[in-house]
């Protein structure tokens, strides 16, 4: 929660004041100068503003997320064309139960399964940005959501195509990276381990943690861009920040190409952290009830 208010804050302004020299980098400088801001101004508690909508987005969002890509999976694993062409082996290590496709049926599975948990819930979304945003001031959450449903859809589906055109290539890439980067390490494991019948569980965890963490990394950087016009659209009011191409002319006439990244470090952070503990998690969950 902490990192996603860092971020928002860092993304809300127009342009970034200079910096002063500082013996670490300009995006370090800028995270640490935004932190003393907030806990000056809302003091250290500011700091988790909108933890409470961050949970209503993100929460119903990974448990969503994670069944309807199960099920979606299963569902194209069924087709001829996104079965994979060779079977998986049976006497080779596997870290995962999930349903095997080719590249092009993982990245259409992350990607599907993605926009359509944004577009659902693009109001909490909103909620959330704002919350964080340090341009509002609500007196309470169930305030703040009605008076978002009472402005009408323009308002509760607000940056939802800069969301959408994040969310898509995010989730396509990083499911096509986890499941290649995932065989690569499992298959290194399964020659270095050859006495071994199955893959131990805590190297199943080892595997799919830093196959997720990788893939994180690089989808985050892939796709920071939108991120970027996302938050735009969403905190700020002005009429040059109300369509897609409009906002991405505004931020590029402020801020140029470096616009488009700020709050990248801390997003990736984020992601990094999160996709290795999710990924990690629900794998196992897999594996403990189908080996039940």
């Keep these: 929660m902490l990192v996603d208010l860092l971020k928002t804050r860092i993304q809300q302004p127009d342009h970034l004041n200079k910096l002063k020299h500082s013996p670490l980098s300009p995006q370090s400088t800028l995270i640490f100068r935004t932190a003393r801001e907030i806990v000056q101004s809302n003091g250290v508690l500011g700091l988790w503003r909108g933890t409470t909508a961050s949970l209503l987005r993100n929460v119903p969002g990974v448990a969503l997320y994670f069944t309807g890509l199960n099920q979606f999976r299963a569902f194209l694993a069924t087709s001829a064309y996104f079965a994979p062409l060779r ?6 290590y596997s870290s995962s139960t999930l349903p095997k496709l080719t590249a092009q049926g993982n990245m259409l599975a992350g ?9 659902v819930l693009n109001p909490f979304s909103v909620l959330k940005a704002r919350y964080e945003s340090s341009y509002y001031s609500y007196n309470s959450l169930p305030q703040a959501f009605m ?3 009472r402005s009408g859809p323009s308002e509760i589906f607000r ?9 898509a290539p995010y989730a396509g890439i990083f499911v096509v990276f986890y499941e290649h980067i995932k065989g690569t390490l499992s298959n290194t494991v399964s020659t270095s381990n050859t006495t071994v019948a199955a893959i131990p569980i805590s ?8 196959s997720a963490a990788s893939a994180g990394a690089l989808a985050t950087l892939a796709t920071q861009p939108f991120d970027v016009l996302k938050t735009k659209m969403q905190v700020r009011s002005e009429t040059k920040y109300r369509g897609l191409l409009s906002t991405v002319a505004a931020v590029w006439r402020q801020r140029g190409l470096p616009g488009f990244f700020d709050g990248a470090t801390l997003r990736m952070s984020r992601k990094i952290f999160s996709s290795a503990i999710g990924w990690a998690v629900y794998e196992g969950v897999l594996i403990v009830i189908r080996s039940a």
Excluded: F, M
Aim: proline share 3%; hydrophobic share 45%; glycine share 8%.
């Design 87 to 92: 079977a998986p082996s049976t006497s080779s």
């Design 111 to 119: 990607a599907v399964t993605r926009v359509a948990v944004g577009i």
């Design 147 to 149: 008076g978002i449903l």
């Design 159 to 167: 940056g939802a195509i800069a969301s959408s055109l994040r969310d």
């Design 203 to 210: 190297t199943s965890t080892a595997v799919n943690s830093l």
